[in-house]
């Protein structure tokens, strides 16, 4: 059996599949190191799998997400964080160890240190694309964060998307400074994209996304597997009187609406609380509020509103008549799995893409997130709620997602890598 290093950063979102493979790889007899931001220790422990803190200045806030936008900050400030981040070299140092003694290396989109060390010391290499958006197509042009509003309306003037992809690889690269520095410095560096070819494997490239939702396409690098969603299942979440306090509100009337938003809303919400509880109370339906603690005290008590710390969605989901969230491509797959109508108001990064895809399927309903308004949003919520169609085709989509196994399939994938290199 191989050792094997998974080193990755972000929220529970970019986070999930690769637990969920680290748990399959685990079973099979592998031994598995996790790499990642102390505040995902609790998921590591769940899962009996060491953890490696790489960055240790997310510990004193345990939803930090470096990853995300912060909107109370100059945008440009938040794209260095994520493309160039101070902490590459740290990150590196810390991994090299590990990586000289493992067999094998795999990380996710902001894993640029586990790549780099992977590529020093010789070892083979398997990325885990968090969503579509890591692997752009120009056969299905993604929308880009910061770009999306002039590709859409480029887009209804004929404009080609193609010039879109091409300025996002351009300014992008141009931004990851101290990837490129570091590359340098080792010797390791081939001119290739940092965030993208740069990530990408010869070996393996594993898109843990439904084929219901996304089709492999032409340019994509080779040896790239859409395995279907991972259903990681956090243990660490399931606080039993926190599940007594849902299942009794659930019980005692009709199926509530879930409000549960990701990405930078997660940790700075703003209005989005106060603007979608609003929206249900104009619709007089009762609502599920899935939020931090420290934010349980600004949401006025209310016989029609419960407010919940994190949960599975695998144990709320089936109980909800719909959920408003963030198109997180993880919360857009177990909304699938449940067959439950998705209102989304993407935010930040991924979320435009992934939220235009399952709405061009008739998957779900999108308002932007400048029609964040109690008026506009009870709108779309009660159009979503009625719409028979949407319903059928979830009900379609439902039976074939929940049937995947993404984690599964990368096993055998990633198992074969291995064999294949004795």
């Known amino acids: 059996m191989a050792r094997i290093l998974i080193v990755g950063k972000g929220g529970y979102g970019d986070m999930f599949p690769l637990f969920s493979i680290a748990q399959a790889l685990q079973t099979s007899g592998h031994a598995v190191t996790v790499a990642a931001e102390q505040h995902h220790e609790p998921a590591t422990s769940s899962i009996g799998v060491g953890l490696i803190p790489i960055d240790l200045a997310s510990a004193s806030d345990g939803l930090q997400q470096q990853s995300h936008f912060d909107p109370g900050a100059n945008w440009l400030s938040a794209v260095f964080r994520t493309l160039s981040p101070a902490s590459i070299e740290d990150e590196y140092e810390i991994l090299t160890s590990e990586v000289q003694k493992s067999d094998l290396i795999i990380g996710n989109q902001l894993a640029y240190s586990g790549a780099i060390a ?16 890591a692997i752009p197509s120009y056969f299905d042009p993604p929308l880009f964060p910061y770009l999306h509003r002039l590709q859409t309306f480029a887009g209804q003037c004929g404009v080609s998307q193609d010039y879109f992809i091409d300025l996002a690889r351009h300014a992008s690269k141009l931004l990851m400074l101290s990837n490129i520095r570091l590359q340098k410095r080792l010797h390791v560096y081939g001119h290739s994209h940092p965030r993208f070819e740069g990530m990408y494997s010869g070996l393996l490239n594993i898109m843990p996304v439904s084929p219901a939702i996304l089709a492999a396409q032409p340019d994509w690098p080779t040896n790239t597997v859409v395995s279907g969603f991972n259903w990681f299942e956090p243990t660490f979440m ?6 007594d306090r849902i299942s009794a509100f659930c019980e005692s009337g009709d199926k509530p609406i879930v409000i549960a938003p990701g990405g930078s809303k997660r940790t700075q919400p703003g209005a989005f609380f106060d603007e979608c509880l609003a929206a249900c109370r104009l619709l007089g ?3 599920i509020v899935v939020a931090a603690k420290r934010f349980h005290d600004r949401i006025a008590a209310s016989p029609d509103v419960l407010v919940s710390g994190y949960v599975p969605y ?3 989901f089936d109980k909800a008549a719909a959920v408003i969230h963030s198109a997180g491509i993880g919360t857009i797959g177990w909304s699938l799995r449940y067959a439950l109508p998705s209102l989304l108001i993407p935010t930040d990064w991924d979320q435009f893409d ?11 309903a999108v308002i932007p997130k400048r029609a964040l308004a109690a008026p506009r949003i009870a709108t779309a919520l009660e159009d979503l709620l009625q719409d028979s169609e949407l319903k059928a085709a979830l009900g379609r989509v439902s039976t074939v997602v929940a049937a995947e196994d993404g ?12 064999n294949r290199r004795g």
Not at 238 to 243: G, I, K, T, V
């Open 314 to 316: 695998s144990f709320i």
């Open 354 to 364: 992934n939220a235009r895809r399952v709405q061009k399927l008739g998957l779900a």
């Open 407 to 418: 984690a599964r399939v990368a096993l055998a994938e990633i198992e074969t890598v291995l």
């Open 285 to 287: 339906v009762r609502a």
């Open 238 to 243: 399931r606080n039993p009187q926190e599940l």
């Open 118 to 133: 992977a590529r020093k010391w010789g070892k083979p290499w398997v990325f885990c694309a968090p969503s579509p958006l």
